[in-house]
């Protein structure tokens, strides 16, 4: 109750801070606030206050940037929505975005890509262009880059190779349609739920399990109440950098190529965290006592594609079936 009070003050604040603005262009300043869900010794946290650093020199103070981690002001959905409403500007998201436009299903579809080069072809081809513009023209969100996040591991207190080990096992999952579709169908009971929940719900015994890439995995702790990282490799996934679009259009048309360019080489810097870090992680989980477990992967690939394929609309079918082309 207390963390919900501090959230309420902070955005009422925000919200009065919005209200008062400079009437010379030339000089106003523009404060975009951004919502993480990670802490801040994520590549993704540091991505942003890197980025922060760059527009505040290359505008002379003009833009600002700040960064709140562990989402202190908003979880994912509730952040998406602040931003529609002028409340907060930033955040990080993909899949989650299904509940706003239908095409966000494909950048967080398990058993859909076999490895990154598939991603990068994925988001560089029209059908990635469409996910892009209908970010814009129907939930009022603009990508500035994406975030490579490495494959989706579950983790578990029991080891699992095989789908028939997952039976009745309850897994927190995001709340993407995608993700209860295919753990349903490999014999686990999903579970959605925020991600700054899942520690203490592991930790009390509501989960059983939680499923994440490495660096997530290492950032949120579940090292302290999970005992096995079963290697399912499930899903290749990213995420979107956003700003809201009536946020990026109320600026002057120098900032936003301020804006623009700061937010390609932010990709850039990420990135580079990114691969830095993907290997370290691994080490650091087995230090602290994870044991890694290598699974069945077909197995969970024949379960679980055929049920997220039926699960899609036929337009989206279709879709699916041109990316399995692209991506081959």
């Known amino acids: 109750m207390h963390s919900k009070t501090n959230r309420l003050l902070i955005l ?40 922060g650093k760059l ?49 966000l299903t494909f950048s967080d579809m398990p058993f859909l890509l076999k490895d990154t080069l598939a991603m990068h072809k994925l988001i560089n081809s029209p059908i990635g262009k469409r996910i892009e513009t209908e970010m814009i023209e129907k939930i009022g969100l603009r990508p500035l880059g994406y975030f490579q996040r490495g494959e989706r591991h579950l983790t578990s ?17 995001p709340n993407a349609p995608s993700y209860v579709v295919a753990w349903k169908a490999l014999g686990a009971k999903p579970t959605p739920m925020a991600f700054s929940e899942v520690f203490s719900s592991l930790q009390q015994g509501t989960i059983e399990a939680q499923e994440n890439p490495f660096a997530m995995i290492k950032n949120a702790g579940f090292s302290e109440v999970q005992k ?12 979107y950098p956003l700003v809201g679009e009536k946020q990026f259009q109320n600026l002057p048309k120098d900032l936003k190529t301020i804006f623009l360019q700061a937010a390609k080489e932010m990709q850039v810097y990420e990135h580079r965290l990114f691969l830095e870090n993907e290997l370290k992680v691994q080490k650091q989980l087995k230090d602290k006592g994870m044991i890694f477990v290598e699974v069945d992967k077909i197995s969970f690939m024949e379960n679980g594609e055929q049920a997220v394929y039926e699960s899609l609309s036929p337009e989206m079918q279709e879709i699916y079936k041109s990316i399995k082309k692209i991506t081959q």
């Open 157 to 173: 207190n029991r080891p699992i190779k095989h789908p028939d080990d997952l039976q009745d096992l309850i897994i927190r999952v």
């Open 228 to 239: 096995y990282l079963n290697l399912t490799g499930h899903l290749i996934t990213w995420g």
């Open 55 to 103: 527009i505040e020199k290359r505008s002379n103070g003009r833009l600002i940037l700040e960064v709140y981690p562990s989402e202190q002001l908003a979880k994912e959905l509730e952040a998406i929505r602040l931003i529609k409403a002028g409340v907060i500007d930033m955040t990080i998201s993909a899949g989650s975005l299904t509940n706003f436009a239908e095409i």
């Open 12 to 51: 009422i604040l925000l919200l009065l801070v919005s209200a008062c603005g400079s009437s010379s262009e030339k000089n106003q300043k523009y404060l975009f606030r951004a919502s993480l869900l990670v802490k801040e010794n994520h590549t993704w946290y540091k991505a942003f206050i890197h980025f």
